[in-house]
């Protein structure tokens, strides 16, 4: 009876305690293959055929950059730079100043006309999150990449890139 009642009221407790505490979800980077088709969708709709994994050179040692997208005919083009691309790069990667910032870099030797924009997976955080579910920071990561993108094709357009 003494145990009987102890479970009630351990029942109770619980039940008046209100719903159990819940994690904050992991955030992780958008994948970098779903990136390009975020970023590519953005060319597409400025009129922009893009093209994937163009290498150039650059940095003082001419280190090669793959371009995740580049834009057919021109010599411009955007590079998701994940944590395995920072640990690559090295010291050729600039700083940036304020996180968000675009980077712009030249190219060197051959790609001395290329303009490549670092735009930084850490940037794009959303939540890990699995099947259909889309959540807020999903979509918040989402509309981030694609205004980032839209801003590299404006300013290619205003700055007359190659």
């Known amino acids: ?5 102890a479970v009630l009221s351990a029942g109770s407790a619980l039940s008046c305690s209100g719903e159990p505490t819940r994690s904050s979800p992991i955030l992780r980077p958008i994948d970098e293959p779903h990136a390009v088709v975020v970023m590519a969708r953005v ?3 400025f009129g922009i055929e893009p093209v994937r994994n163009r290498l150039i050179k650059f940095g003082h040692d001419q280190t090669e950059l793959r371009l995740d997208l580049a834009a057919r005919d ?3 083009g955007v590079a998701y730079i994940t944590w395995q691309d920072v640990d690559k790069l090295g010291e050729d990667l600039p700083k940036r100043r304020e996180p968000g910032a675009m980077v712009v870099v030249r190219g060197n030797g051959e790609d001395d006309d290329v303009h490549a924009v670092l735009l930084f997976a850490a940037d794009y955080m959303q939540d890990d999150v699995s099947g259909d579910a889309r959540t807020t920071a999903n979509a918040a990561a989402e509309g981030k990449l694609e205004e980032a993108t839209r801003e590299v094709l404006r300013r290619a357009a205003r700055e007359s890139w190659p």
């Open 1 to 5: 009876m003494i145990l009987a009642a």
């Open 43 to 45: 060319f597409r709709e």
């Open 74 to 76: 021109h010599r411009f």
